[in-house]
T-cell receptor, first 113, second 110 residues
Framework: DGGITQSPKYLFRKEGQNVTLSCEQN?????MYWYRQDPGQGLRLIYYSQIVNDFQKGDIAEGYSVSREKKESFPLTVTSAQKNPTAFYLC????????????FGEGSWLTVV | KNEVEQSPQNLTAQEGEFITINCSYS?????LHWLQQHPGGGIVSLFMLSSGKKKHGRLIATINIQEKHSSLHITASHPRDSAVYIC????????????FGQGTRLTINP
C-alpha cells in the first residue's frame, strides 16, 4: 500500500548529539514536509521540499537540517543547536506544493535526556 | 490571536451522543482540512473542503466561507472516535502554507 513511513517511532538522544529522523514515501509525491508538534500547540512547519534537490526553511528551521537527494526520501536532522528538541515530529507529503492535499506519516517521538 | 481557533479544546461525551467541533479562521482560504490524530500520533485526513458540506459515514463536515467557520459533526459517537481532531486551513499557495489549529481532544466513554 502507498504511504509515508517514518522511523524510528521513539528515539532518545543525549544532549549535544545530532539525530536523524527518516521519512520515506511511495506515493510519487513531489512535495514533502516536516512538522513539529508540541503539547497544546498546532503543528509548525520546520522545512519543506517542493522537488528533489530543493528545500526551503519553514517557520521554525533553526537547529534543524534536511536533504532531498531522492524523490521518496526527506530525512530530518535535529542538531545539537536545537535548544528544545524534545517533541513529536511529523513528516507529510503532497502531490505538489501548489495543492492543499496532504498525507501524513505516523510520527516520531524524540526525547532528549 | 491565532489564525485558526478550535473549540472546545477538550470534549468528553457518552457513547451515542452527537458531537460538534468548531473551527474559526481569520484568513482567506481556498481549502479547509479536518484531520484526525489517533492516540499513537499518526494523522489521517478526514475531509478537505472549500464550500458546502461533505459526509463520510458518521462524520459530517460543513463550511461557511462568509462566516469563516467550519464544523465537524460525529453522529452516534463511539469510543473508537476518541482522538484529537485538528482543523487546518490553506490558501492558494498550497500545502506548504497550511495553518493548523491547536486541536480538540475528544473522549467518548462507553
Amino acid at each position: 500500500d502507498g504511504g509515508i513511513t517514518q522511523s524510528p517511532k521513539y528515539l532518545f538522544r543525549k544532549e549535544g548529539q545530532n539525530v536523524t529522523l527518516s521519512c520515506e514515501q511511495n506515493l510519487n509525491h513531489d512535495a514533502m514536509y516536516w512538522y513539529r508538534q508540541d503539547p497544546g500547540q498546532g503543528l509548525r512547519l520546520i522545512y519543506y521540499s517542493q522537488i528533489v534537490n530543493d528545500f526551503q526553511k519553514g517557520d521554525i528551521a533553526e537547529g534543524y537540517s534536511v536533504s532531498r537527494e531522492k524523490k521518496e526520501s526527506f530525512p530530518l536532522t535535529v542538531t545539537s543547536a536545537q535548544k528544545n528538541p524534545t517533541a513529536f515530529y511529523l513528516c507529510a507529503s503532497s502531490p505538489d506544493s501548489s495543492r492543499n492535499t496532504i498525507y501524513f506519516g505516523e510520527g516520531s517521538w524524540l526525547t532528549v535526556v | 490571536k491565532n489564525e485558526v481557533e478550535q473549540s472546545p479544546q477538550n470534549l468528553t461525551a457518552q457513547e451515542g451522543e452527537f458531537i460538534t467541533i468548531n473551527c474559526s479562521y481569520s484568513v482567506g482560504i481556498s481549502a479547509l482540512h479536518w484531520l484526525q490524530q489517533h492516540p499513537g500520533g499518526g494523522i489521517v485526513s478526514l475531509f478537505m473542503l472549500s464550500s458546502g458540506k461533505k459526509k463520510h459515514g458518521r462524520l459530517i463536515a460543513t463550511i461557511n466561507i462568509q462566516e469563516k467557520h467550519s464544523s465537524l459533526h460525529i453522529t452516534a459517537s463511539h469510543p473508537r472516535d476518541s482522538a484529537v481532531y485538528i482543523c487546518a486551513v490553506g490558501g492558494i499557495q498550497g500545502a506548504q502554507k497550511l495553518v493548523f489549529g491547536q486541536g480538540t481532544r475528544l473522549t467518548i466513554n462507553p
